[in-house]
């Protein structure tokens, strides 16, 4: 299964990073006891000025025992051993490096080699800690083993994956400054949407970077020089500590700046500022929208939603049955007013439906409206935890009526294995054609009916088609009008 499986086309592309936990900031202290005996306090060692390199494992996890080895094949094997022997306290001592044996149930003994499934001996030849707590992967938000991460002065947790010495040494080395003043409200990131049909929520997380409480900031946004929203936070926050800060919501037009920056001065102003570049979602959709997604081979993992403008949910799904790996979702969604409304795409692992990186076969996924217009599509070698797509809603169509060229629509026999019918009548002479298109967007049938009026009668051979979903859309003028097909030969 993928959760204890290793890739070696993610090293071949390089590190992939993510931030857990959530919010990329470790705001609990963790202290653990190891296999000898000895405690080791985080914050105390992050407080220290030395970066903190986590592993978090299974004794039974094969790739895990691989990366842990210099002999078993791992292109970066032994790598941690090698880090601490160079940067931990018998080396230069810039950094601290753990491994956590985190799975349920896990004992010393089993990382001794005396007890488990496989025997092996995690502890000999390893120069740094090693230690057996189940409750640190919930901290971490651990999903999958091994679970490797670095942990900053600043309480910045990046995942880095199976690394080198190199690339491990290269990310401690760019953690942020260890802080140095009393009074220090510090913007640590942007939290709101970046795409938008009009509002957007300006969200940012505060993060007490001084010695001192922080209990007060004035926080504005501000959009080529001028202020467009702003609050008055107030709370009491130590040091490292961090909350979420709704400054308002703000109305856009086209693509913007925003800037957002904590009014007054402290002890550290370079902090004090974040700039996000909004952009404006243009295009014009009409009526309902369908979901379709090809799975991979991991549906437990996939969801989706989509939700108003005021986050209400509209409709969602998943995450799915382990046994749909590689099945077709589709769901059409009813849209019930105009406006601005959010398509997310959720992947529980992180890597978005790319299967092949598993030796498995890719998924993807789209959206479109009820006119059959594209409004995203997705997927592939594509890898994330949440992908989300906003999009207007301009007017409301229905399948059965909008206007009298809509209503006089017919499609029949339908469903169809031979031969299908498409009757409609135009009310003025107007140029029009008709199309067929496939449920992933592949134009099938196209004809140009030229300048006609009154009742149309089309028959079109569906014997070549194969077994499916088809949107038939007859376009007269500058309106177009979609019906669905089905064939089943």
């Known amino acids: 299964m993928k959760k204890i499986l290793f890739s070696l086309s993610l090293l071949a592309g390089g590190i992939t990073f993510a931030q857990v936990p959530d919010n990329g900031i470790l705001t609990q202290n963790v202290v653990i006891t190891d296999v000898n005996g000895n405690t080791h306090d985080f914050f105390a060692i992050l407080d220290s000025g ?57 004992t ?37 083993y091994p679970t490797i991460v670095v942990i900053c002065p600043d309480r910045t947790v990046t995942e880095i994956g199976q690394g080198s010495v ?4 290269t990310a401690s080395q760019v953690c942020p400054a260890a802080p140095t003043g009393t009074n220090d409200g510090r913007l640590n990131a942007y939290l709101g949407d970046t795409e938008s049909c009009g509002d957007v929520a300006v969200d940012v997380l505060l993060q007490n970077f001084g010695s001192a409480n922080l209990t007060a900031a004035t926080i504005k ?35 913007e700046t925003l800037v957002i920056e904590i009014d ?21 959709n009409y009526g309902d929208v369908t979901v379709t997604i090809n799975l991979d081979q991991y549906p437990e993992e996939t969801s989706w939603n ?27 969604v009813s849209i019930p007013t105009t406006g601005c409304f959010y398509f997310t795409m959720i992947d529980s692992y992180g890597d978005g439906l790319n299967g092949s990186a598993w030796q498995g076969n890719d998924g993807n996924y789209e959206l479109r409206d009820e006119q059959n217009a594209l409004i995203v599509q997705g997927g592939g070698a594509q890898q994330w935890d949440e992908a989300k797509k906003a999009f ?5 169509l229905s399948l059965n009526d909008v206007t009298a060229f809509d209503q006089s629509i017919s499609v029949y026999p339908n469903p169809t294995a031979t031969m299908a019918t498409v009757k409609f009548e135009s009310l003025e002479a107007s140029e029009t054609s008709v199309s067929i298109v496939n449920a992933i967007g592949q134009t099938v049938y ?41 064939v089943a030969h």
Request: aromatic share 10%; hydrophobic share 35%.
């Open 221 to 255: 946004a501000y959009i080529g020089g001028t202020e467009v929203a702003s609050t008055n936070w107030t709370g009491n926050l130590a040091q490292f500590e961090v909350d979420q800060v709704t400054v308002g919501t703000i109305s856009i037009s086209q693509n």
């Open 392 to 396: 207007k809603i301009a007017g409301l």
């Open 50 to 106: 030395r970066p903190i390199i986590l592993d978090l494992f299974a004794e039974w996890c094969g790739p895990c025992w691989n990366y842990h080895n210099t002999t078993l094949g791992h292109p970066n094997g032994g790598a941690l051993k090698d880090l601490e022997n160079q940067y931990g306290p018998t080396g230069t001592n810039e950094l601290f490096v753990i491994g956590i044996d985190s799975h349920q149930g896990g």
């Open 306 to 332: 989509i939700k108003n403008d005021a986050g209400a949910t509209l409709a969602s799904g998943g995450p799915y049955a382990s046994a749909a790996d590689y099945s077709q979702i589709q769901q059409t």
């Open 108 to 144: 010393a003994l089993e990382l001794q080699g005396g007890q488990g499934t496989s025997g092996w001996d995690w502890l000999s030849g390893t120069p740094y800690p090693m230690a057996v707590n189940s409750a640190i992967g919930g901290i971490f938000n651990q999903s999958y």
């Open 446 to 486: 196209c004809v140009d009916l030229g300048v006609v009026l009154g009742v149309q009668t089309l028959d079109i051979d569906a014997t070549s088609l194969e077994n499916g979903l088809y949107f038939v859309n007859i376009k007269t003028n500058d309106v177009t009008a979609t019906k669905r097909l089905t």
């Open 166 to 169: 190199a690339q491990f040494y």
């Open 264 to 284: 007054g001065t402290d002890d550290n102003v370079a902090n004090n500022s974040l700039n996000v570049n909004l952009n404006y979602t243009s295009n014009d």
